[in-house]
């Protein structure tokens, strides 16, 4: 469909609401779409033609943010939380909420030491707000399920950006509906890169390259298909790469640095590289490891992030590398593919060491959480952790500003647990009794802590003192209400 020759531009059809959705929908479809239209996502992606075989599209990079103000110190933007249209299946618009309009929304590229401020305008009929994911903010930014942006209203939201460089990203956290907000495409990157890291010559610019993966299901109009699973949190039957269907992306025989981001509601990927290839894992959620760790499989949780360096230099030009899923569904295994052609001049290195290691407070508190379902009076369940779902109403720890401490996360439970902590990062003293894998040893936002398995961190209560939430990232078990609330006290 083309929205130019029937008189009105894509931008301006979301501006009109429900109602010219309606008019969208009624356009018709392609020949392909039409044709495929009475089948189930899952048929479709079966039939080898079909509109959801993969490596059809060449992967979309997110739009960057423009500042609407720039100095040396600040940089502002604006930006309309909104419905729009993406072009996820051929021929077809698939209704999403984002960030301007785009699913994902726009990256936001920061530097550190200089501020970032986004008025952020709630262009939606319902409540929202907005969490920086792994950023160190002030509490009052932070995003707190219980502060919200009414439908039709604003809030100027300020990120200091005084933290190391990391790949971090944005998305809703709405009170009990992250759920269905983080599905409707309220996700973006925000990477807040340091100058300081420029003598590690890491791949830039084109070779730098921001990988968001999510699984979603299709209705036959093209529209997203949710189904609320409170046990095992939201599957789909279908691998999206920056909002792509299993794309391609061409590579040149050079290195590249990819950004993986895991946010998809509940699902988990272990991601291997063609037969079994290195992937050189140089950061994780709070930036870059001390040292680059090669590895042929990584395992990755709702919301975390994985830096990897790319040498596509070992594969001969005309080769076609496959990044798959292992484990996933037959559906759901082909993440994406790297069709390799002739490079240019190599400028990147891989670097030897990248970061020294902190010296941290020893730990003056000990907390153990218990991972549990529970099943309530009349029949319903909710996930907890300590024996309580959450509530606004109690602070379940007040942690002391500039210490740390060591928590013990058990699950007890037969599903696996992302637990996030806001405002703060964290490092991972053990998993189970075993020392982490080193690509795990440097500071991280998010964990895994697998069914029956106990994880132990260590947090830092660095920066700003103030009350933040810490929850699982598995969307629909942090919505019911797998969530605590510490208060950072000064
Ligand atoms: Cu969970």
Not at 55 to 60: H, K, S, T, Y
Not at 61 to 73: D, G, W
Not at 269 to 284: A, F, K
Request: proline fraction near 7%; include cysteine.
């Amino acid at each position: 469909m083309d929205f130019e020759r029937d008189g009105i531009t894509r931008r301006s059809a979301m501006y009109y609401g429900a109602s010219s959705l309606a008019l969208v929908c009624s356009f018709d479809f392609d020949k392909r779409a039409r044709a495929a239209r009475g089948k189930t996502s899952a048929a479709l992606r079966s039939a080898a033609s079909g509109p959801f075989e993969p490596f059809q599209r060449d992967v979309p990079i997110p739009a960057v943010a423009r500042p609407v103000r720039s100095s040396k110190k600040l940089e502002e933007y604006v930006m309309d939380m909104q419905p729009g249209m993406a072009e996820i299946l051929p021929g077809y618009e698939t209704p999403i909420l984002g960030y301007n309009g785009s699913f994902p929304g726009p990256t936001v590229r920061a530097r550190r030491g200089r501020e970032v401020q986004i008025l952020q305008r709630n262009r939606t009929n319902r409540s929202l707000n907005v969490h920086l994911h792994g950023g160190v903010t002030m509490p009052q930014y932070d995003g707190h399920p219980h502060d919200a942006i009414p439908a039709g209203e604003e809030r100027l939201y300020k990120y200091p950006n005084v933290a190391h460089s990391s790949t971090l990203w944005y998305h809703d956290h709405a009170h009990g509906e992250t759920a269905q907000t983080l599905f409707a495409g309220l996700a973006a990157f925000y990477l807040l890169d340091d100058p300081d890291d420029n003598h590690l010559d890491l791949p830039q610019g084109d070779f730098d390259v921001p990988l968001m993966i999510t699984d979603r299901s299709f209705n036959k109009d093209g529209s997203f298909r949710y189904r609320l699973d409170l046990d095992r949190g939201f599957r789909g039957d279908t691998i999206l790469v920056n909002g792509a269907v299993a794309p391609r992306m061409k590579v040149e025989r050079r290195l590249y640095r990819l950004r993986f981001l895991n946010a998809s509601n509940a699902r988990a990927y272990n991601l291997v590289l063609g037969n079994d290839r290195d992937m050189i894992q140089i950061g994780s959620d709070g930036g870059l490891l001390p040292a680059p760790v090669k590895r042929k499989i990584i395992p990755m949780e709702p919301a975390e992030r994985v830096d990897v360096i790319v040498d596509f230099r070992q594969f001969g030009v005309g080769s076609k590398v496959i990044l798959h899923n292992q484990g996933g569904e037959p559906s759901t295994s082909a993440v994406m593919r790297f069709d390799v052609v002739r490079g240019t001049a190599e400028e990147a290195r891989i670097p030897k060491l990248m970061r020294e290691d902190d010296e941290l407070p020893e730990p003056n508190a000990e907390r153990s959480w218990p991972l549990t379902f529970q099943g309530l009076a009349g029949g319903a369940s909710v996930w907890q952790i300590g024996g309580g779902g959450f509530s606004e109403m109690r602070i379940d720890c007040r942690p002391r500003q500039g210490s740390t401490e060591l928590w013990t996360w058990r699950n007890l439970s037969n599903r696996t647990h992302p637990m996030h902590i806001h405002g703060y990062h964290f490092k991972i003293v053990s998993m189970n009794g075993k020392t982490p894998h080193p690509a795990d040893q440097g500071w991280k936002d998010t964990v895994a802590v697998y069914p029956n398995e106990t994880v132990v961190v260590m947090p830092y209560f660095d920066y700003f003192p103030g009350r933040y939430v810490f929850h699982c990232h598995a969307a629909e078990h942090g919505d019911m209400s797998m969530m605590g609330q510490m208060e950072v006290v000064a």
